[in-house]
Nanobody
Framework: QVQLVESGGGSVQAGGSLRLSCEAS????????MGWFRQAPGKEREGVAA????????YYVWSVKGRFTISRDNAKNTLYLQMNNLKPEDTAMYYC???????????????????WGQGTLVTVSS
């Protein structure tokens, strides 16, 4: 059974850091494309960062480039999102997602990711 469980969210002041974790079960994280999405209050969900199957190349939305880093630990079967220099506009519910059907080619289209975690809340105060 495929399961994604996020953790690591919390409240932090602007300029601070957090590391989100997504523990996967039922599949191997290194084999499939995975990503982090976020949804702020009153806004649509957006793709933040992705790591692609095979090459392990990464994608970041422009607003987090240079501040966020996506990575995976194959031994722990866990996906991470290291978030540095956090800004109030980063406040959102963050979701881990996986594409087990091989739909992702490039970018981050929500419809390509068929499996989702329950989310972890990140709040950044100014």
């Amino acid at each position: 059974q495929v399961q994604l469980v996020e953790s690591g969210g919390g409240s932090v002041q602007a300029g601070g850091s957090l590391r989100l974790s997504c523990e996967a079960s039922g599949f191997t994280v290194s084999t499939y494309s995975m990503g982090w999405f976020r949804q702020a209050p009153g806004k649509e969900r957006e793709g933040v960062a992705a790591i692609y199957a095979g090459t392990g190349s990464t994608y970041y939305v422009w607003s987090v480039k240079g501040r966020f880093t996506i990575s995976r630990d194959n031994a722990k079967n866990t996906l991470y999102l290291q978030m540095n220099n956090l800004k109030p506009e980063d406040t959102a519910m963050y979701y881990c997602a996986a594409d087990l059907e091989g739909r992702v080619i490039a970018g981050m289209y929500e419809a390509d990711f068929g499996y989702w975690g329950q989310g972890t809340l990140v709040t950044v105060s100014s």
